[in-house]
C-alpha cells in the first residue's frame, strides 16, 4: 500500500506564503508525475500545478507567478511553494502522484488525505 500525506497548510494573510509538502511511503518502485489539485468550498477539485520525474512543471493560470513546484526523487517527496497568496487560494489542498509498486505491471494513482490553507483577507 502507499500513503501520501501532506503538511504545512494552515492560515496566513493575503500576500503571504506557504509552502506545502506532500511524503509518499509504502512500497514505492517509482512515482511519475506528481500533482497538486485543491478544492474550494462548494467547488469542484482543480489542479493546481504538476511536475514530472524530470523536474518538468506546468501550472493553472491562476497560480502562475505566484506558486512553484518541485520535489525530491530520494525523498519521495513534493513541495508546492505558494506565494503572494490571495483569499480566493483558500481550500482544501491535495497531493496526487502516479505510483508504480514493486510487483505491479501498471502505474497507479493515489491522493492524499488533503491539507487546508486559509487565506484571510
Known amino acids: 500500500q502507499v500513503h501520501l500525506v501532506e503538511s504545512g497548510g494552515g492560515l496566513v494573510q493575503a500576500g503571504g506564503s506557504l509552502r506545502l509538502s506532500c511524503a509518499a511511503s509504502?512500497?514505492?518502485?517509482?512515482?511519475?508525475?506528481m500533482r497538486w489539485y485543491r478544492q474550494a468550498p462548494g467547488k469542484e477539485r482543480e489542479l493546481v500545478a504538476r511536475i514530472t520525474r524530470g523536474g518538468s512543471a506546468m501550472f493553472a493560470d491562476f497560480v502562475k507567478g505566484r506558486f512553484t513546484i518541485s520535489r525530491d526523487n530520494d525523498k519521495k517527496t513534493t513541495y508546492l511553494q505558494m506565494n503572494s497568496l490571495k483569499p480566493e487560494d483558500t481550500g482544501v489542498y491535495y497531493c496526487?502522484?502516479?505510483?508504480?509498486?514493486?510487483?505491479?505491471?501498471?502505474?497507479?494513482?493515489?491522493w492524499g488525505q488533503g491539507t487546508t490553507v486559509t487565506v484571510s483577507s
Open positions: 509504502g512500497n514505492i518502485f517509482s512515482i511519475s508525475d
Open positions: 496526487n502522484c502516479d505510483v508504480w509498486i514493486l510487483g505491479n505491471t501498471d502505474w497507479t494513482t493515489y
